[in-house]
């Protein structure tokens, strides 16, 4: 279990489709330039069926100017599974492991889940609870 505060992102609005996600990761990050410590988030609602590539917000960052959308991230508890390994195989056992993390009888329906990419090759998978 984490706690997490509330995060303000800019990000990219995508179908929740693979060939869209890769797309708009790389949108995204042309959009943002240098990914040098920046935070990097991915948010899925499966009630819309559309993904959000996520980069934590920096004083200066100008949605518009960048052709993003501004956003949070909602504050919460969340049930968390880290997954280790190289990309882009690592990326695989990202829709598996959250469906399994969805059978919590916990889970929270209000709020979206979130992929916090932590490193290249490490990913938390945070589910919300209540």
């Given at each position: 279990?984490?706690?997490?505060?509330?995060?303000?992102?800019?990000?990219?609005?995508?179908?929740?489709?693979?060939?869209?996600?890769?797309?708009?990761?790389?949108?995204?990050?042309?959009?943002?330039?240098?990914?040098?410590?920046?935070?990097?988030?991915?948010?899925?609602?499966?009630?819309?069926?559309?993904?959000?590539?996520?980069?934590?917000?920096?004083?200066?960052?100008?949605?518009?100017?960048?052709?993003?959308?501004?956003?949070?991230?909602?504050?919460?508890?969340?049930?968390?599974?880290?997954?280790?390994?190289?990309?882009?195989?690592?990326?695989?056992?990202?829709a598996p492991a959250f469906?399994?993390?969805?059978?919590?009888?916990?889970?929270?329906?209000?709020?979206?889940?979130?992929?916090?990419?932590?490193?290249?090759?490490?990913?938390?998978?945070?589910?919300?609870?209540?």
């Amino acid at each position: 279990m984490v706690e997490r505060d509330e995060t303000v992102v800019l990000f990219k609005r995508v179908a929740d489709e693979q060939a869209a996600i890769t797309r708009g990761w790389s949108e995204l990050e042309s959009a943002v330039g240098s990914l040098r410590g920046r935070k990097f988030f991915g948010v899925f609602d499966e009630v819309e069926h559309e993904y959000r590539a996520c980069v934590e917000r920096r004083d200066g960052d100008d949605p518009e100017a960048l052709g993003l959308e501004a956003g949070a991230l909602p504050a919460g508890r969340y049930a968390r599974r880290r997954l280790r390994g190289e990309p882009p195989g690592i990326y695989a056992e990202i829709a598996p492991a959250f469906r399994e993390l969805a059978l919590r009888p916990d889970r929270d329906d209000s709020r979206p889940g979130i992929e916090y990419y932590r490193s290249r090759d490490e990913i938390d998978l945070l589910l919300p609870i209540v």
